[in-house]
């Protein structure tokens, strides 16, 4: 896994949920996580169904319900959703994420077989107003240091730092006010290539 990875957001999206993953697999995307807290879940299962047509690997964000339901490529879990060992054996062979916000945190993650975390929040960030204090570049250095597992790197995460956010070791970067709400595709792109 590597490179950008997408993530939806209803309340900052001025396309459409669907468009917007539209126009972030024309900016090359291939990782794209469905992100929604407010919405029913059949509603859920037919959006996620038609994110799942574009081909990208689909990862839905703490239902694993929705995951079985559209046979998504895997979940993300936060340390508060379900243990990854009962993830993992409702979904075996799928790919199970875990946000993490320091060294043990990840270090656990590793020893529980998650296939990637989710290191958040690397600075502030307004998006996820639950994510707490800015762990900084030199923690996500000494996570990348202790553990092989891919690492996505998120929160605050811009243009301006990605290079330092990639530099630290991250596999992947997540920015979604910085490519949520504006021009998708160019700024996916422009995320994307500095992976090449």
């Known amino acids: 896994m590597k490179g950008f990875y997408f993530i939806t957001d209803k309340n900052l999206t001025k396309n459409g949920i669907i468009k917007d993953c539209e126009l972030a697999v024309e900016g090359g995307v291939s990782i794209i996580q469905y ?19 574009l081909e990208v690997t689909l990862i839905i964000n703490d239902r694993i319900d929705i995951a079985l339901a559209v046979d998504a490529d895997g979940v993300h879990l936060g340390q508060d959703d379900m243990d990854l060992k009962t993830a993992r054996r409702m979904l075996p062979g799928k790919i199970i994420g875990i946000t ?31 994510a707490g204090n ?3 570049i030199e923690t996500l250095k000494k996570i ?4 092989k597992i891919p690492i996505a790197a998120i929160g605050g995460v811009t243009l301006e730092n990605v290079d330092s956010v990639i530099g630290a070791g991250a596999d992947m970067v997540c920015a979604i006010s910085a490519t949520v709400g504006r021009d998708v595709k160019k700024e996916a792109r422009s995320f994307q290539e500095k992976f090449r």
Do not use: C, L, W
């Not at 992100?35 to 047509?53: L, Y």
């Not at 975390?117 to 639950?130: E, H, L, N, R």
């Open 35 to 53: 992100r929604e807290k407010n919405a029913s879940t059949r509603e859920m299962v037919e959006t996620a169904k038609r994110i799942k047509e």
């Open 100 to 130: 993490v916000h320091d060294v043990r945190e990840a270090m656990d993650a590793e020893n529980n077989r998650a296939d990637y975390i989710g290191v958040s929040p690397v600075f502030q960030t307004s998006t996820k107003a639950d």
């Open 134 to 136: 800015a762990i900084g």
């Open 144 to 147: 990348r240091e202790a553990v």
